[in-house]
Every structure is written in C-alpha cells, then in structure tokens.
C-alpha cells in the first residue's frame, strides 16, 4: 500500500519561508510526476508546482520565482521551498504522485498527501 505522508506546514509572517515535505512509502512502484496543489477556503483546488522523474519543473504563475519544488528519487520524497510569503498564499497544501507499480508499470494512479495547513499573516 502507497502512502504519502507531509509535513512542514505552520504559521508565518508575510515576507517568511516554510518547506513543506512529502514522503511516499510502500514497496514495489515508481514515482513518475510529483505535483503540489492548494485549496484555499471557498476556492478550487488549484496546482502549485510539477517535477517530474526527470526533474523538469513547472510552477504557477502565482508563486514563480518565489517557491522551488525538488525531489529526491532515491527516498521517494518531494519538497516544496517556500520564500516570500503572501497572506494570499493560505491554504491547505497537499502532495500529489502519479505512481506505477513495477506489475503494471503501464498504469498509474494518483495518490494524495492528507494536507497541511499553510497560514501566512499580514
């Protein structure tokens, strides 16, 4: 059984930084694309940042210049460095993995972190 397990949300000021960690475990699967996303109260979910196996990254117009997503291959792990933080940067954040196991390495399903608070004050 996948599971992804985060950590790292909290409280901050404006102008702060936060790294939020997600760690997959379980056996006998790959990790292909890793993937943040948000939800703020009220408001659709909506993707933050993309790495994939390869480690091309993708960000959101939003948070460009000011997040960075990285991976580590070999622990099964993602994070997400978070500088320069907004009040309009509050939400729930949660880690997303596309995840083929070696029986199927055709078919991957989407696993999802539980969320971790993110609050940023102004």
């Known amino acids: 059984q996948v599971q992804l397990v985060e950590s790292g949300g909290g409280l901050v000021q404006a102008g702060g930084s936060l790294r939020l960690s997600c760690a997959a475990s379980?056996?006998?699967?790959?990790?292909?694309?890793m993937r943040w996303y948000r939800q703020a109260p009220g408001k659709r979910r909506e993707l933050v940042a993309a790495?994939?196996?390869?480690?091309?990254?993708d960000y959101a117009d939003s948070v460009k210049d000011r997040f960075t997503i990285s991976r580590d291959n070999a622990k099964n792990t993602v994070s997400l460095q978070m500088n320069s933080l907004k009040p309009e940067d509050t939400a729930v954040y949660y880690c997303?993995?596309?995840?083929?196991?070696?029986?199927?390495?055709?078919?991957?399903?989407?696993?999802w972190g539980q969320g971790t608070q993110v609050t940023v004050s102004s």
């Open positions: 997303n993995a596309k995840i083929a196991r070696d029986s199927t390495p055709w078919y991957e399903t989407d696993y």
């Open positions: 379980g056996s006998g699967f790959r990790i292909n694309a």
């Open positions: 790495i994939t196996s390869g480690l091309s990254t």
